[in-house]
């Protein structure tokens, strides 16, 4: 541009000038941010409404990689085929009517009714709630990049997306550790809206303002890249998004569905884009692929073994590592074939677009086209995969070196193995159940087993004494009940659920009084129910389908109970909150998919709302049998804060009898358990010292409970 003309100008209207780029920087940082602050924020809101189950988390990032490709197709169409001058006034008009769905506070108009069609309903959920908001962030750095670039030529313009990951970084970590602890998730609402508000205006007086700066389009000197080399900007981030996932799921499904757990994961992913999009020196090829060897045989490893039993963090710690290596080999290799500047928002468009069918892969693919968690496998396989197609076409790669041919050879045949492994799971499985189903809430298992035969039970039949065998289901690695088949055992509470368990105390301890009002949050194979008597009615709630079809079907629980029994199919809170007082005597909560815990039901509203629905002279039982977190606290400050008296009875296991051993905490108004004394005498006041801060719908946390 003349000096001249120049002259004319603002300095945010002439080209190149370093105020320019500041405010183009800070604005695509604070962008990330705010787009990635929203992210676990809105999930957090909308989780209790779908059961608190972690494929939850699933659907919200896809809907977050989708909303992402929208973005970088606005901004690519917006930069190529909108007249330069017409741009900024254009998105800043957007901007202005983006405020009007503020504040990202869902109504409550939008809770489903039902349990059907979840994935759906959340999609329309976040497209209602924080959609707009989100597309216009999502443009945010493509765009600002593709504008500066049309002031002249600017190598180093990548780097911004590295500044834009480096935002998104501090929005996720920040949430968990500065927002979320601190502030209830209204005020969480209120303030991102506020920060969002303030970006607009920012941005919008930018986009307005540096109008005159469009001096040009982006020169296209350089040749345009093949199409083989845009399939791997696709599947490189498909890839990398597809592991993301399928790695969250498999921590969420065994622990707890948290900002918390789904933050790590997205932090190492979005870790990995920083270092390799900053500098090349952060991805140093041969040694990633050494350690990109060693962590899918160490997660394929893992998964064979099925690891339950560990102390959470190192399984934590496993996986995540092995995420962060794979994705440092996607994006290390994405970060090489990145393209001339010219072909900027084509590629962030393309890569988006592979990151979203990784996405929708895990999120809405693999459960429909897998009984069990394949996905992970899955995508392990095709990582490996990758390394043999990136390599096969770069003439530097070092496999081309003499040294590492047998390397070569050892990595077609990890491609091999992990895709057999696949079959092999699926079909060992398939052998060992009797029926494998699996929907939006988690894969459910039938198998048929045999006790040890070591205690012959009085007036059997010798037939019966040899009929040790019982049919067993489980969510994931954790049982949901069991039932004996021979037609004397059928009836015997079994699993958790036995006769000396709180559950089983309470019961025996409540039907001297009267005929009984019992409801059950959780069905699993309906064992409560044969505690039933002529006269009793029971209430089972239980958000998942698949669970009440197998509990009806292949168990005798719910057919052979004496008792009248119903069942509310939907999530237990919203479905109690939609009824009037049940007057329950005894309401139990045992909801739990593997050990896996819905925060939501373990709130002190939640409390609050368990003893609406009872007798004054009722009693709440809650399970907490936990391999990783000591739930015991939990419901203990919530008594406290309620003022209600907390007993905690565990009960031994037993193997011949197929009996677990559960903790149960049993609540009840001050008074009650004094007239009780088969409960007083089998349990201990709750707590044992320990204390936590207390859980609301607006805080909870991990730290304080992990074992």
């Not at 003309?5 to 990330?32: Q, R």
């Not at 390799?276 to 045989?297: D, I, K, M, Q």
């Not at 080999?329 to 994405?334: I, V, W």
């Not at 309470?506 to 009002?517: D, E, F, G, K, P």
Request: charged share 15%; with cysteine.
């Amino acid at each position: 541009m003349p000096a001249e003309a120049a002259a004319d100008h603002t300095p945010l209207e002439v080209a190149g000038n370093s105020k320019w780029k500041f405010l183009n920087a800070l604005t695509i940082f604070v962008s990330a941010l705010l787009l990635f602050q929203v992210e676990p924020l809105i999930a957090k809101l909308i989780l209790p409404w779908f059961g608190g189950v972690a494929a939850v988390w699933m659907v919200c990032l896809l809907f977050f990689q989708l909303v992402l490709l929208l973005g970088y197709l606005y901004a690519h169409l917006l930069s190529r085929h909108i007249a330069p001058r017409t741009q900024g006034w254009l998105h800043a008009g957007l901007l202005a009517a983006s405020l009007l769905v503020l504040p990202i506070l869902p109504k409550d108009s939008l809770k489903p009714p039902g349990p059907e069609h979840p994935a759906l309903h959340i999609l329309w959920v976040l497209a209602l709630t924080v959609g707009f908001p989100f597309f216009l962030l999502s443009a945010t750095s493509p765009l600002l990049q593709a504008w500066l670039l049309s002031t002249r030529k600017e190598s180093g313009v990548y780097r911004f997306y590295a500044l834009s990951n480096a935002g998104s970084l501090l929005g996720l970590l920040s949430y968990p550790t500065l927002v979320e602890p601190r502030l209830s998730t209204v005020r969480q609402g209120w303030g991102w809206s506020l920060g969002y508000t303030t970006f607009a205006v920012a941005c919008g007086v930018i986009a307005v303002s540096q109008r005159g700066a469009f001096a040009r389009r982006p020169e296209a000197n350089a040749t345009p890249s093949d199409w083989n080399t845009r399939a791997l900007w696709m599947a490189l981030p498909a890839c990398s998004s597809a592991l993301l996932l399928a790695v969250t799921n498999h921590i969420s499904q065994n622990i707890a569905a948290v900002p918390l757990l789904w933050v790590i994961p997205l932090s190492l992913y979005m870790l990995s884009f920083i270092l390799c999009f900053e500098s090349s020196r952060w991805y140093p090829r041969t040694f990633f692929l050494r350690l990109l060897g060693v962590a899918l045989g160490g997660m394929a490893y893992a998964l064979s073994l099925s690891l339950g039993g560990l102390p959470f963090w190192p399984m934590i710690a496993l996986f995540c590592v092995g995420l962060f290596v794979c994705c440092m080999f996607c994006h290390g290799e994405l970060a090489r074939l990145k393209p001339d500047p010219a072909e900027l928002t084509s590629f962030y468009f393309l890569s988006s677009l592979g990151s979203v069918a990784g996405a929708a892969f895990v999120a809405i693919l693999a459960p429909q086209i897998f009984s069990g968690f394949y996905e992970l496998h899955v995508g392990q396989a095709f990582c490996a995969l990758l390394v043999i197609l990136v390599h096969r076409r770069d003439p530097a790669s070092p496999f081309r070196q003499a040294g590492w041919r047998p390397a070569w050879w050892v990595t077609i045949a990890l491609v091999a193995a992990l895709s057999v492994s696949v079959f092999v799971l699926a079909r060992d499985e398939s052998k060992e159940s009797k029926r494998m189903v699996r929907n939006f809430y988690g894969v459910l298992r039938e198998s048929d087993e045999v006790a040890p035969n070591v205690v012959l039970l009085k007036g059997d039949s010798q037939a019966e004494r040899d009929d040790l065998r019982f049919r067993r289901l489980t969510n994931g690695t954790i049982s949901h009940g069991l039932q004996f088949l021979a037609p004397s055992r059928r009836d015997q509470p079994t699993s958790y659920y036995s006769t000396n368990s709180g559950v089983g105390v309470a019961l025996r301890s409540l039907r001297t009084r009267r005929t009984l009002r019992v409801g059950v949050i959780g069905l699993g194979v309906g064992t409560i129910a044969a505690y039933g008597r002529p006269g009793d009615n029971y209430t089972f709630y239980d958000i998942n389908p698949l669970v009440v079809n197998l509990a009806e079907q292949d168990f005798r629980f719910l057919r052979d109970s004496r008792a009248h029994v119903a069942i509310e199919l939907g999530d237990a809170r919203l479905t109690l909150e939609r009824q009037p007082p049940q007057h329950f005597d005894l309401l139990a909560v045992d909801a739990f998919s593997g050990d896996s815990i819905p925060v939501h039901l373990l709130t002190v509203e939640a409390f609050q709302l368990y003893f609406h629905h009872l007798r004054a002279d009722g009693i709440l039982a809650v399970h907490v049998s936990n391999r990783y977190l000591y739930l015991e606290p939990v419901v203990a400050a919530a008594a406290r804060q309620l003022g209600k008296e907390a007993v905690l009875v565990v009960n031994p296991d037993d193997d011949a009898k197929e009996i677990f051993l559960s903790r149960w905490v049993l609540l009840a108004n001050r008074g009650v358990f004094s007239d009780l004394p088969d409960i007083e005498k089998a349990g201990k006041p709750a707590g044992g010292g320990t204390h936590v801060k207390l859980w609301t719908d607006s805080y909870s946390s991990l730290f304080a409970v992990m074992k």
